[in-house]
C-alpha cells in the first residue's frame, strides 16, 4: 500500500486542522492505521491509531479530547482532526498502515511496515 498524507500548515494556538491519509490499493479494509509525528531532535511518537473496522481507536494522553481519528473507507482515507492546537503539537506528521488478521489498534512505531511522506504541522503561540 503506499500512503499520501496532507492537510499539514502553519496555525495558531488554539486552532485546527485536519490531516488527510490517503491509501492506494482495494485492501484498505484489511489495514490498521495510525498517525504518528516527530518534532526535531525527537524521536518519532505515537498519536493515535484506529482498527480495520474504525471501531477501535486510540490516543496518546497529550491529544485525547483534542484529536479524532477516522476513516472513510469509501474513499480509503484516514482522517486526523486536531481542534485545540498548542505550539508543542508542532512536528511532522506521519501516517501509518499495517496489515491485520485482527481487528485491533497498533501504537508502537515498529509495528507498521507502511509509511506515508509526512506533512509538516507547525502551531505558532
Known amino acids: 500500500v503506499q500512503l499520501q498524507a496532507s492537510g499539514g500548515g502553519l496555525v495558531q494556538a488554539g486552532g485546527s486542522l485536519r490531516l488527510s491519509c490517503a491509501a492506494s490499493?482495494?485492501?484498505?479494509?484489511?489495514?490498521?492505521m495510525a498517525w504518528f509525528r516527530q518534532a526535531p531532535g525527537k524521536e518519532r511518537e505515537f498519536v493515535a491509531a484506529i482498527s480495520r473496522s474504525g471501531g477501535i481507536t486510540d490516543y496518546t494522553v497529550s491529544v485525547k479530547g483534542r484529536f479524532t481519528i477516522s476513516r472513510d473507507s469509501a474513499n480509503n482515507t484516514v482522517y486526523l482532526q486536531m481542534n485545540s492546537l498548542q505550539p508543542e503539537d508542532t512536528a511532522v506528521y506521519y501516517c501509518?498502515?499495517?496489515?491485520?488478521?485482527?481487528?485491533?489498534?497498533?501504537?508502537?512505531?515498529?509495528?507498521?511496515?507502511?509509511w506515508g511522506q509526512g506533512t509538516q504541522v507547525t502551531v505558532s503561540s
Open positions: 490499493g482495494r485492501t484498505f479494509s484489511s489495514y490498521a
Open positions: 501509518a498502515a499495517q496489515p491485520t488478521a485482527a481487528n485491533h489498534v497498533l501504537v508502537r512505531v515498529d509495528s507498521y511496515a507502511y
